[in-house]
């Protein structure tokens, strides 16, 4: 099956989807385990909630050719997975227990919600190192602007637990990660995932559409939340 | 094996000569009613090109039913042959080699039709096989490719050729009233037409296969896009129901669903979207409903930016675009989606 990570979907709690990170550095292969991923997720899964969990150094430069140079066409592909992860059709939590670099961090910032313990620390190293922090450069900004973005990225300095939690990094930190899980299923819950998903897609859209643009947006998106089951089912239950 | 399946060869588009921006018609035509005008000034077209007539005494145009007619049909024997002679040239092509015609409008109904007009006026082959569609709308030009591309597996190495031609200016009734204020401001003048063969001989050219149609109709939303005759005005007149996004939005996955089920693809199998440019709020309805992006849509955007709504040739000027863009690569596929009366969803899988 997996040899980079693990995948439990439905095996604790039918809603739910546990993907846990066996490697502390991103290689070939986790790539290629985590399209995978996707691709069950996307095809097959009834869960409503994808708990991704682990933490990562980064991307492992040393599983790739030496002798062959690094071009720019595999950092079109992990970047498409990134975006494949923000975008999937279910809510996605990233439960993570210890420091997440690089690649790691720009997987935690794809999830809908980052949860974390005390100890984790999050940093992009990348331009300390010659070379950019993949499309962290566009989402980490709109996470705690682009002051912060600006000093993290080319100080590469690593940001603690509680000043994520203040900065909006994380939203919620807890020694016991089991127990802040947990606690974030329940705040999530009901999960609809039409309506939470077209959520996510208009939030991760609105920092460059205009207004005019947003409304059309938002209003087709709102006919699609209505028309499904689970609104009519409020409605239904509003009206007596 | 070698591959026979029919292929989309080449594609070629005209506009009439004028190009006008959405302001252009508010000054011609004097429309002062400032709800008219905004239905102008806030549409996400910039410029259309029209075969308008002269503004009349009190700023409407005076145009006949009669008028509009000829309009049609002069504006379609010239821009339809500028389209197909842009299809052929670049496959050294000319009208004597087509063996299928296919013509397609809603704009306007004549007898012969406007494959007898474009035979005569092209000098087309008189063993040459015809159809026309007339009256199916935006959606028609799927509904035209599905038979075109049927007739082309039957006779394979013979060439089928498709032509939209929507004279939508030959359409407008001016009476001031916010009906046909939407159809105005909306509706543009164009032609388009492709090229299609089933031969083993294609199976290096850098042309698409056609791999499968699906249709779906909403019988319950049939009065919502019509072009019927209005006793009031002595015309033809379309009329655009405002629920027409959502009522193709809550629809647009059925198809789609089915026809990539067909093949065994998922949604993130399919790399480019040709969706016809309908007008906005039914372009954002498709994207959140079947969750493709504003890129997907970047070419159905601006074909309506530039050219307004061409009806049944519009996912057509799209199809253009996306190659002149140069990111096709072999192996790709693709989805063309159309929409419009019926009310009706078409939809195409291609791949390179």
Request: charged share 25%; with cysteine; glycine share 8%.
């Amino acid at each position: 099956m997996f040899e980079t990570l693990s995948f439990n979907d439905g095996g604790v709690h039918a809603d739910v989807a546990v993907l846990t990170l066996k490697r502390d550095r991103i290689n070939v292969r986790q790539i290629r385990e985590l399209e995978r991923v996707c691709d069950q997720l996307e095809d097959h899964s009834a869960c409503k909630v994808v708990v991704l969990r682990g933490h990562s150094l980064g991307i492992d430069f040393t599983d790739f050719d030496p002798k062959e140079a690094l071009d720019i066409h595999g950092f079109n592909k992990w970047e498409k997975l990134v975006s494949r992860i923000e975008r999937l059709p279910k809510i996605t939590v990233a439960a993570l227990d210890g420091p997440c670099v690089g690649g790691g961090f720009q997987l935690a910032l794809a999830c809908d919600q980052r949860v974390c313990t005390p100890a984790v620390t999050f940093s992009l190293p990348e331009v300390k190192l010659g070379f950019l922090p993949g499309m962290a450069t566009y989402r980490l900004a709109k996470y705690v602007g682009v002051g912060h973005a600006k000093r993290l990225m080319l100080t590469g300095a690593a940001l603690n637990a509680e000043d994520a939690l203040r900065l909006g990094v994380v939203d919620d930190v807890d020694p016991d990660l089991d127990a802040v899980i947990a606690r974030t299923l329940t705040a999530l819950g009901p999960m609809h995932a039409v309506a939470g998903t077209l959520a996510r897609r208009l939030l991760l859209e609105s920092f460059h559409t205009e207004p005019e643009d947003a409304i059309g947006h938002f209003l087709a998106a709102q006919h699609r939340a209505i028309s499904q089951a689970a609104f009519l089912d409020t409605l239904a239950k509003e009206r007596g | 094996m070698l591959d026979s399946r029919p292929r989309i060869l080449s594609v070629g588009t005209a506009n009439p000569p004028e190009r006008y921006r959405q302001e252009d018609l508010l000054e011609r035509y004097r429309v002062a009613d400032p709800r008219l005008r905004s239905l102008f000034t806030s549409s996400h077209i910039r410029t259309r090109h029209l075969y308008l007539a002269p503004a009349g005494p009190d700023g409407a145009p005076v145009e006949s039913q009669g008028e509009l007619l000829a309009k049609h049909r002069r504006g379609a024997m010239e821009i339809g042959p500028q389209a197909v002679e842009k299809c052929l040239a670049p496959l050294g092509l000319t009208v004597k080699d087509i063996d299928y015609l296919c013509c397609i409008t809603t704009t306007g109904f004549l007898t012969p039709g406007l494959s007898a007009l474009l035979m005569r006026e092209m000098g087309f082959r008189e063993d040459c096989s015809r159809v026309d569609i007339v009256g199916m709308g935006c959606n028609a030009g799927l509904n035209g490719l599905n038979p075109v591309s049927s007739w082309a597996l039957a006779n394979p190495g013979k060439y089928a050729l498709m032509v939209s031609m929507e004279i939508c200016s030959a359409a407008y009734v001016f009476d001031n009233s916010m009906r046909t204020a939407i159809v105005n401001s909306l509706f543009g003048d164009g032609a388009a037409a492709v090229l299609v063969r089933a031969s083993e001989k294609d199976e290096r050219a850098f042309a698409p296969k056609i791999l499968g149609f699906n249709s779906h109709i909403i019988p319950e939303a049939v009065g919502a896009m019509r072009y019927d005759w209005d006793d009031t005005v002595g015309k033809f007149s379309f009329f655009l129901d405002r629920d027409i996004p959502y009522v193709v939005g809550a629809n647009a996955e059925r198809p789609l669903a089915r026809l990539l089920a067909t093949h065994g693809l998922r949604r993130r199998h399919i790399a480019h979207w040709l969706v016809h440019s309908g007008g906005k709020k039914v372009v954002d309805a498709i994207k959140y409903n079947i969750g493709i992006s504003e890129w997907d849509v970047r070419h159905t955007h601006s074909v309506l930016r530039d050219y307004g709504n061409l009806s049944s040739g519009s996912f057509l000027f799209s199809y253009e675009r996306l190659l002149a863009e140069g990111r096709v690569r072999r192996g790709d596929y693709g989805v063309m989606m159309t929409m419009g009366p019926g009310s009706t969803i078409e939809t195409a899988l291609i791949r390179w």
